[in-house]
């Protein structure tokens, strides 16, 4: 199996920037695919930003230009910068790896943390 920890979450002011991190572990061989998600109180959870394995990104049209995704594939770890952070950002934020090649070769899909809540005060 595999489990994913988030840490870095917290309270800052509007303007301010946190940087979250990742990560996996398990009968971990590779990880295509590892992403960050989003829940707001109320609202449906969405997605934030992805990147493959090959470094290959992707950005919700909200937080482009002021988020950063990476990640260290040697470590099977995550990372999210965020900055200039607004209200707007404050959610339950989720990491997630799909396409998890496990030791012994068989793939499991979509691997979810538990979550760290970031809070953006105006």
């Known amino acids: 199996q595999v489990q994913l920890v988030e840490s870095g979450g917290g309270l800052v002011q509007a303007g301010g920037s946190l940087r979250l991190s990742c990560a996996a572990s398990?009968?971990?061989?590779?990880?295509?695919?590892m992403g960050w998600y989003r829940q707001a109180p109320g609202k449906q959870r969405e997605l934030v930003a992805t990147i493959t394995s090959g470094g290959s990104t992707n950005y919700a049209d909200s937080v482009k230009g002021r988020f950063t995704i990476s990640r260290d594939n040697a470590k099977n770890t995550v990372y999210l910068q965020m900055n200039s952070l607004k209200p707007e950002d404050t959610a339950v934020y989720s990491c997630?790896?799909?396409?998890?090649?496990?030791?012994?070769?068989?793939?499991?899909?979509?691997?979810w943390g538990q979550g760290t809540q970031v809070t953006v005060s105006s």
């Open positions: 398990g009968t971990i061989f590779s990880i295509e695919l």
């Open positions: 997630n790896a799909d396409r998890v090649r496990h030791i012994g070769g068989w793939v499991g899909r979509d691997y």
